[in-house]
């Protein structure tokens, strides 16, 4: 893989000392690459890019030379995105560390965080910070990795078919993980079945000699597995598993379970609340046994995990209340994982939940937001309190039920929200905040934090 371009200005003579598609962040001597978004044209900041010392610039529209600031390299190639993974896919291919593709609809980020933490303890890995996992995100991470690491744990997004492969393509799996596969993205594909093709893009780019690591209790990625010619590595409560977890106890801020592979087991506490992450666990641990970690050292890992910012989060907030900040996404798979564990968590104390819309569920979205409506008016909540026009419909279904909220509210601004959650929060209240991530939720943890 390679760089097809024109040399439009300048020479080939200028070393560049890394990549930058932003001036706000572009380091003296970056090459810079000039994006163009639905909100925004890089073309327009070339000036600026070699104002602030860029080594070169790669274009994709025709300039003028008097927009051209003289002397300074301009490449030209077709499209600069595609440009960007073509770069990251050199840079990529000059280091034989093990690479580690992560996807799924839910719990993709906190695997790939427990994975890390697991690899860590054996050598410097890298990992793609927050969600930088898309065509842009994913190659800025590659230009990152160095001779000083020992692993890389790349996580692929994803919202509609062949973004999976191309990002397979530029990173060069060796090993990859599907965590599940769940209503999310339904806009871009469609339906469930689309989106497990789309996913199992990550099983197909594997070679014979690669890892598949295969969640064997959901039947998707049993299926998508047919396809894959890599070794497998299969994770899940099933007993079937290669690795597997039994002996559960579930406790607010932890999970305590036995982990098995190959005749062995091992108590692990994991520091974090919920279910849905024992599997998240179990699928980072088939990853790191793949790569031949012992596993006294994925239960090590594991008992020192801490989740990432706004991934069901406690904090402190006003008033002596307890938040419980999980505002980074939601999806109807992963909104249920999170009532269940603010229910276990409040064991009889007062409380509510707040929630923005799911976006991206396309035809679903409608009676996606009424499910969540009829499981909440199940729960017997002090309040519920939404935002977004989607989530009108969760209020409605939840008053139907046999155990309603007994306070609701519909704001149509984050301010209305805080302002009647300010009138009715009491001490030792219980609040579950979420939405997705385009509802901007945390505004509302933000605006409820205790900062004392």
């Known amino acids: 893989m390679g760089i097809q371009g024109q040399v439009i200005q300048g020479t080939l003579d200028q070393q560049a000392s890394g990549v930058s598609t932003d001036t706000r962040t572009l ?5 810079f690459i000039a ?3 639905p909100n925004f044209n890089g073309h327009h900041f070339i000036p600026q890019a070699f104002e602030k010392g860029a080594a070169a610039a790669l274009v994709s529209e025709e300039m003028k030379a008097e927009d051209l600031p003289a002397g300074k390299c301009i490449i030209r190639v077709e499209n600069t995105i595609t440009a960007l993974g073509d770069l990251a896919a050199l840079w990529r291919n000059i280091f034989s560390v093990p690479l580690i593709g992560i996807s799924g609809s839910n719990g993709k980020t906190t695997t790939k965080e427990m994975l890390t933490t697991i690899l860590q303890q054996e050598g410097m890995t890298l990992k793609n910070q927050g969600n930088l996992n898309n065509w842009i ?9 160095n001779k000083d690491h020992r692993f890389a744990v790349m996580e692929m997004g ?3 078919r062949g973004e ?3 990002l397979c393509q530029i990173a060069r799996p060796d090993v990859g993980l599907l965590t599940n596969v769940g209503p999310a993205h339904l806009e871009g594909l469609g339906s469930m079945e689309a989106i497990a093709e789309a996913k199992g893009e990550l099983f197909e780019s594997l070679e014979p000699h690669h890892w598949a690591v295969i969640n064997i209790d959901d039947s998707r990625i049993r299926e998508r597995a047919h396809f894959c010619r890599a070794r497998k590595m299969t994770f899940g409560l099933n007993p079937a598993a290669m690795v597997r977890a039994d002996k559960i106890s579930l406790a607010p801020l932890k999970s305590i379970f036995r982990i098995h ?4 087991a091992e108590d692990v506490v994991l520091p974090v609340p919920g279910e849905h992450n024992i599997p998240n666990a179990l699928g980072a641990a088939g990853a790191a046994l793949s790569l031949g970690l012992s596993l006294s050292k994925v239960r090590d890992g594991l008992n020192k995990f801490i989740l990432p910012e706004h991934r069901l989060q406690i904090k402190k907030g006003l008033k002596g209340i307890e938040l419980i900040d999980d505002t980074y996404n939601a999806n109807p798979a992963s909104l249920k994982a999170a009532l269940s564990t603010f229910q276990s ?5 007062g409380g509510g939940v707040v929630l923005g819309d799911m976006l991206e569920l396309g035809n679903q979205a409608l009676e996606a937001h009424r499910e969540i409506g009829k499981l909440i008016g199940k729960m017997g909540l002090d309040y519920l309190l939404v935002i977004g026009p989607l989530s009108g419909e969760i209020v409605k279904e939840a008053l139907e039920g046999d155990r309603p909220p007994q306070q609701t509210f519909w704001a149509q601004r984050h301010v209305e929200l805080l302002e009647r959650l300010y009138q009715i929060i009491r001490p030792g209240d219980i609040l579950l905040i979420k939405g997705s991530h385009g ?5 509302i943890v933000r605006g409820l934090e205790d900062q004392g």
Not at 261 to 264: A, I, T
Request: charged letters at 20%; proline letters at 3%; a positive charge.
């Open 27 to 31: 380091q003296k001597g970056d090459l």
């Open 439 to 443: 509802m901007n939720m945390e505004t």
């Open 164 to 166: 999976i492969s191309r």
């Open 35 to 37: 994006l163009n978004g």
């Open 345 to 349: 968590f409040r064991q009889g104390k």
């Open 261 to 264: 592979f190959q005749g062995e």
């Open 137 to 145: 995100g994913l190659p800025l991470s590659l230009f990152a990795l």
């Open 158 to 160: 994803m919202n509609h």
